[in-house]
């Protein structure tokens, strides 16, 4: 239907429809980010499968009419917000100064602690509604349409990337992931602290529920780290998706590290 312009700040506007309005930052005031022809808003959602109110960050660039632009999805971190990949890193501007659109959504969690998500199948269909809402009206480009993230946000980005290969629901064409959880049972068998997140999320324990940890991740590694030769490895359908995996040496959480090599 017809949607109103409603001015966030002098350099910001927010589209304001039947399921999409403006959201406040952590600090309680409007996202506006001033970028090169174009502009950043800050809004939230309501996902029609769970009632939740999705919040993510959107930069739509200045567009003539008929042209078509690539997109990038960022992904957080283990309890962050979209705000820390639109705000706290340089990807939104980047992709503005490309003239590109930019998306980070929270990809809310439905049980537990709403910004601790692993991939889970719940908060992927959360982020294919916040696509499919932006691609059917802006002009991106579904052939390029890009994944990154990083820890827990690398794991989410390999998982969407690997179960959603469909153009209409934003397959990307390549995604970056750096020092992600792309093995989640084995998150649960060397980090305790997070086992109740994670059962909670899933259902139950790796053994108890293994197909529901499968699912949202890329590869299934034993306690170890190691690959499971004979595993479900999400990972196959990536085969003709260009992907890059990164990681530093020194990271403290060593096992992501093992994930990542």
Same mark, same amino acid.
């Given at each position: 239907?017809?949607?109103?312009?409603?001015?966030?700040?002098?350099?910001?506007?927010?589209?304001? !429809?039947?399921?999409?309005?403006?959201?406040?930052?952590?600090?309680?005031?409007?996202?506006?980010?001033? !970028?090169?022809?174009?502009?950043?808003?800050?809004?939230?959602?309501?996902?029609?499968?769970?009632?939740?109110?999705?919040?993510?960050?959107?930069? +739509?660039?200045?567009?003539?009419?008929?042209?078509?632009?690539?997109?990038? +999805?960022?992904?957080?971190?283990?309890?962050?917000?979209?705000? @820390?990949? !639109?705000?706290?890193?340089?990807? =939104?501007? @980047?992709?503005?100064?490309?003239?590109?659109?930019?998306?980070?959504?929270?990809?809310?969690?439905?049980?537990?602690?709403?910004?601790?998500?692993?991939?889970?199948?719940?908060?992927? $269909? #959360?982020?294919?509604?916040? =696509?499919?809402?932006? =691609?059917?009206?802006?002009?991106?480009?579904?052939?390029?349409?890009?994944?990154?993230? #990083?820890?827990?946000?690398?794991?989410?980005?390999?998982?969407?990337?690997?179960?959603?290969?469909?153009?209409?629901?934003?397959?990307?064409?390549?995604?970056?992931?750096?020092?992600?959880?792309?093995?989640?049972?084995?998150?649960?068998?060397?980090?305790?602290?997070?086992?109740?997140?994670? @059962?909670?999320?899933? /259902?139950?324990?790796?053994?108890?529920?293994?197909?529901?940890?499968?699912?949202?991740?890329?590869? $299934?590694?034993?306690?170890?780290?190691?690959?499971?030769?004979? /595993?479900? #490895?999400?990972?196959?359908?990536?085969?003709?998706?260009?992907?890059?995996?990164?990681?530093?040496?020194?990271?403290?959480?060593?096992?992501?590290?093992?994930?990542?090599?």
């Amino acid at each position: 239907g017809n949607a109103d312009a409603t001015r966030l700040s002098n350099n910001a506007f927010a589209i304001i !429809s039947s399921t999409a309005a403006p959201a406040s930052s952590e600090s309680g005031t409007p996202l506006a980010v001033p !970028s090169a022809g174009g502009t950043a808003y800050n809004l939230k959602l309501v996902i029609p499968s769970t009632g939740l109110e999705e919040f993510f960050s959107l930069h +739509v660039p200045a567009l003539p009419p008929g042209v078509v632009r690539p997109m990038v +999805v960022g992904f957080h971190s283990f309890r962050r917000t979209h705000l @820390e990949v !639109s705000l706290g890193t340089d990807l =939104m501007t @980047e992709a503005a100064a490309r003239g590109w659109f930019f998306l980070a959504p929270v990809q809310r969690s439905a049980v537990g602690d709403p910004l601790i998500n692993y991939g889970s199948v719940q908060s992927q $269909e #959360h982020v294919e509604v916040l =696509m499919r809402w932006v =691609m059917d009206i802006y002009a991106v480009d579904p052939d390029r349409v890009y994944g990154v993230g #990083h820890s827990m946000g690398g794991g989410s980005a390999m998982s969407y990337a690997a179960r959603h290969r469909d153009l209409d629901a934003g397959a990307f064409a390549a995604v970056a992931n750096h020092t992600g959880t792309v093995g989640v049972s084995n998150v649960w068998d060397v980090q305790p602290v997070v086992r109740p997140d994670l @059962e909670l999320l899933f /259902g139950g324990t790796p053994a108890q529920e293994p197909f529901e940890y499968q699912r949202s991740s890329t590869v $299934e590694l034993d306690p170890n780290g190691a690959l499971i030769p004979s /595993g479900r #490895h999400m990972a196959t359908n990536l085969s003709f998706v260009d992907t890059r995996t990164y990681y530093a040496t020194n990271d403290s959480l060593t096992y992501l590290v093992t994930q990542s090599q």
